[in-house]
């Protein structure tokens, strides 16, 4: 089975600053997708970014960006000039992309972001 | 196009009574996936209904069960209510193409407290 490790229960960051959460999973199966979701306290979970195993190229989305690390199992997500806004729980996913197979998301433990003006 | 809604959106139960929550997808979705979320467990998968029909179940006892309709919307149901079944229940959609990978779009919760 599929797991997924968020080892950072909280993090902070200032306003304007950079942030880095960090993600691990554990799979042998060799096609799969990633994703992080966004979860403010308001509670409706939005998709932040995903990143397809088989693409090399890390994804970004504005401010967001990841470093996937397949050898090594590593996933994790930079936030470039964090805003009052990003504040909220992060969660890992991870999906399987055999053909057929689940549309379950398996998913970390989540990380708590506060981001102080 | 409107996102995910659930209804109801906040609900209190005693133990042993049973619970219906109600998932709408986004139009045009086929696949709905049911989630449940606590503080001690995190978010673990309920199971997930296309085409009116159950592809997956996760490790939860029989008292979970759901439905898909002929629109795609989704009932989940839960019988015999335990005070360890409060928890936020999130509904999630997709297209349902099968073109390639399709993002799972959530509903803002159904919050349900069982005393």
């Known amino acids: 089975a599929q797991t997924v490790t968020q080892s950072q229960p909280e993090m902070s960051v200032q306003e304007a600053e950079t942030v880095t959460l960090s993600c691990t999973y554990d799979t042998s199966e060799s096609d799969y997708y990633l994703f992080w979701y966004k979860q403010p306290p308001s509670r409706q979970m939005i998709l932040v970014i995903r990143q397809e195993a088989y693409k090399q190229q890390n994804a970004t989305e504005n401010r967001f960006s990841v470093n996937f690390q397949k050898a090594a199992k590593s996933f994790s997500l930079k936030i470039s000039d964090s805003q009052l806004g990003d504040a909220a729980m992060y969660f890992c996913a991870y999906r399987s992309g055999l053909q057929g197979g689940s549309e379950k998301l398996v998913f970390g433990k989540g990380t708590k972001l506060t981001v102080n003006p | 196009k409107a996102g995910v809604t659930q209804t109801p959106r906040y609900l209190i139960k005693t133990r042993g009574q049973q619970v219906t929550l109600s998932c709408s997808p986004i139009s045009g979705h086929r696949s709905v996936s049911w989630y449940q979320q606590t503080p001690g467990q995190g978010l673990q998968f309920l199971f997930e209904?296309?085409?009116?029909?159950?592809?997956n179940k996760g490790n939860f006892p029989g008292r979970f069960s759901g439905r898909q309709f002929s629109n795609s919307r989704s009932e989940m149901n839960v019988s015999t209510l335990e005070l360890g079944d409060s928890a936020l229940y999130l509904c999630a959609s997709r297209a349902g193409t099968g073109a390639g990978e399709e993002t799972q779009y959530f509903g803002p919760g159904t919050r349900l407290l069982v005393l």
């Open positions: 209904y296309f085409s009116e029909t159950q592809r």
